[in-house]
């Protein structure tokens, strides 16, 4: 059974840092694409950056580029997303997720094999 788990969210002023870390259970993790995806409510879910197998490949969002940073650590099979200069419209429930695709593939399709239950980040005042 593949189990996904997302921790580190929670509420940040603007300006600020979080770091989200996702570890992932019932698969070869260095296997697999893993990435990130956020919904806000009332918006469309967003695929906001993913990483290769091997971490030598990566894709981000244009709306976090630059302010975003994925990585990977396939000895502790663990998944992290640096979020710095946040902004309040990077407020959302984010999301893990991993993918057998590439990750080319994965962000022309949208959407991952499995995913967590997702952490809340705030940016707010």
């Known amino acids: 059974q593949v189990q996904v788990a997302e921790s580190g969210g929670g509420l940040v002023q603007p300006g600020g840092s979080l770091r989200l870390s996702c570890t992932a259970s019932g698969v070869t993790f260095d296997d697999y694409t893993m990435g990130w995806f956020r919904q806000a409510p009332g918006k469309e879910r967003e695929v906001v950056s993913c990483i290769s197998w091997s971490g030598g490949n990566t894709l981000y969002a244009d709306s976090v580029e630059g302010r975003f940073t994925i990585s990977r650590d396939n000895a502790k099979n663990t998944l992290y997303l640096q979020m710095n200069s946040l902004k309040p419209e990077d407020t959302a429930m984010y999301y893990c997720?991993?993918?057998?695709?590439?990750?080319?593939?994965?962000?022309?399709?949208?959407?991952?094999?499995?995913w967590g239950q997702g952490t809340q980040v705030t940016v707010s005042s």
């Open positions: 997720a991993i993918d057998r695709g590439s990750c080319h593939e994965t962000w022309a399709r949208g959407d991952f094999d499995y």
